[in-house]
């Protein structure tokens, strides 16, 4: 009986009803808040179009690569990112908890309370509550931010109640399981994302002054990609955007059928991923380039960075709009609350399937217990000095944690599991669909960038504390969170399995 059957024997893993239902998941397990705002804000800060040539590169070498990996190995051994990995390996089952661990109750619990600030700015579109002061609402009245991060202040209670809706929403989609759960609703979410996204970008381009916005968001600069920091930005994003290194794409691949072309739906997924980042620039700039015109001034005066973006600059864009400005902020941030609740239900999934794969718990029981200490690791994040968790957790888990991961996973499975022989396994599910470039690609092409990216942001961290924090907040908010999911991943990985994963290992042997 061959390693996967038997897996499947003694634990059977669920499957997605359709191939449609797993793509749009995977999709929308990529596609998240940063797409809306962060992609726009890059490509304008790197060059405009020119920033298409290294972030196409970047796909092409890094973010393709590292999704076949993801899906190939989660495909080929039927299990969660720990069980794959141990599979492969018990010595390095760890990375696989590191990875679900770090991004469950590291990335989860902050993302979680981004989603809750978008279902409040949902509602307070209906009066335009932020007023003429978007910033001042934003910073001073809505997160009613304190002085230092260590300051906690109290729980602000609007984001506490936000904040247990959007648990609430993950627990009841991920309860019910792949197919009535997480497929049915990426199946109504991600067409109506798609809906809403092509409303704004249609309205926003039709706005008076749009054109100069768009105009200001594609203008190549090529004398930009001579530039070091535009070429770590794109090979930064690609590998962000696309949720590798979370464990999602494994787990997801676990639950496909036999035969599946695993290229080619790496391909949709990428590409799919990266499509709609450069559509929703349209809407992002087109309202900007009316915001600047309205105001008789440069769009790059009306440009702010990352959450700036969202809950500042385009909130009072909104208040300019010459009719249905109400309207058009609830389809605004009513589309970042569906990104978002896309994005963190497949956070959910990866770490239950991790669990239950170890464990052998009920589903139902290990979602609950998941979502509950969730919510509750994510009230830090609702004080008044969440902004401060948020941004030093984000900073240290995305440029240290994840990218460490990807060199990991990179070394697992090109070097110890060998990339020849998971190519061996994608390309007799679907004959030839995998050339040899991509042995290359994973063994010495992406872990060099992931080490190079890894590397610069070191120099940068020894050559200036992360905005200025003292380094109290940088080092346990940051790198002691890291160890800490580390060595709590180490620990998880040392208890022993079901009986499966035992013979499983002696029919390998």
């Not at 996204?197 to 768009?214: C, D, H, M």
């Not at 968001?217 to 690609?238: C, G, H, N, R, T």
């Not at 440069?298 to 959450?307: L, N």
Request: charged share 15%; hydrophobic share 50%; net charge positive.
């Amino acid at each position: 009986m061959s390693q996967s059957r038997l897996g499947e024997a003694h634990h059977p893993r669920p499957q997605w009803k359709s191939r449609l239902g797993f793509i749009l998941a995977a999709i929308g397990s990529a596609v998240g808040l940063g797409n809306i705002w962060r992609f726009s804000y890059l490509v304008y800060d790197n060059g405009g179009g020119a920033f298409l040539i290294p972030y196409l590169v970047a796909l092409v070498v890094v973010g393709i690569p590292l999704m076949i990996l993801e899906l190939g190995i989660g495909h080929r051994m039927r299990g969660s990112s720990p069980m794959s990995f141990a599979k492969v390996s018990r010595s390095w089952e760890w990375v696989g908890w590191w990875s679900v661990l770090l991004v469950m109750y590291g990335i989860m619990l902050y993302y979680s309370t981004v989603i809750a600030w978008c279902v409040n700015y949902v509602y307070h579109s209906f009066t335009l509550a932020w007023g003429a002061d978007p910033n001042n609402y934003f910073y001073n009245e809505f997160l009613q931010l304190s002085s230092k991060p260590f300051e906690l202040g109290d729980i602000r209670l609007p984001i506490l109640l936000s904040l247990s809706l959007v648990w609430f929403l993950c627990w009841l989609i991920v309860y019910f399981g792949i197919q009535k759960g997480v497929e049915r609703a990426n199946k109504i979410f991600m067409p109506l994302l798609l809906g809403l996204i092509l409303i704004l970008v249609l309205w926003s381009v039709s706005l008076e002054g749009a054109a100069k916005g768009i105009a200001v968001y594609l203008k190549p600069d090529f004398s930009k990609l001579s530039e070091k920091k535009v070429w770590i930005d794109a090979f930064s994003q690609i590998f962000f955007t696309l949720s590798l290194g979370f464990g999602i794409m494994i787990a997801y691949a676990s639950y496909l059928p036999r035969k599946v072309n695993i290229v080619k739906d790496a391909l949709i997924i990428s590409v799919g991923n990266c499509i709609f980042s450069f559509i929703s620039g349209f809407a992002v700039f087109g309202t900007l380039g009316y915001m600047a015109m309205a105001q008789n001034k440069e769009v790059s005066e009306v440009v702010s960075k990352s959450i700036g973006l969202a809950f500042v600059s385009y909130p009072q864009a909104i208040s300019l709009m010459p009719a249905f400005a109400k309207t058009f902020g609830v389809i605004f941030f009513s589309s970042l609350v569906i990104a978002g609740i896309s994005s963190a239900i497949s956070i959910v999934e990866a770490f239950s399937s991790a669990i239950i794969d170890k464990f052998n718990y009920t589903r139902k029981g290990v979602v609950t217990f998941v979502c509950a200490t969730g919510f509750f690791g994510s009230i830090i994040f609702s004080a008044k000095s969440g902004l401060y968790w948020l941004d030093i957790a984000d900073h240290f888990i995305t440029h240290y944690g994840l990218v460490i991961i990807g060199i990991l996973q990179c070394i697992i499975v090109g070097w110890i599991y060998r990339a020849g022989k998971l190519r061996q396994h994608i390309n007799k599910v679907a004959p030839d669909s995998l050339v040899k470039f991509w042995d290359a690609c994973v063994m010495y092409i992406t872990p060099a960038i992931l080490t190079f990216l890894l590397v610069n942001a070191f120099i940068k961290e020894i050559s200036s504390r992360y905005e200025g924090y003292d380094m109290a907040p940088l080092l346990l908010i940051g790198p002691v969170w890291l160890v800490v999911v580390m060595i709590g991943s180490l620990f998880v990985a040392m208890y022993p399995w079901k009986k499966e994963l035992e013979d499983l290992e002696h029919e390998h042997e």
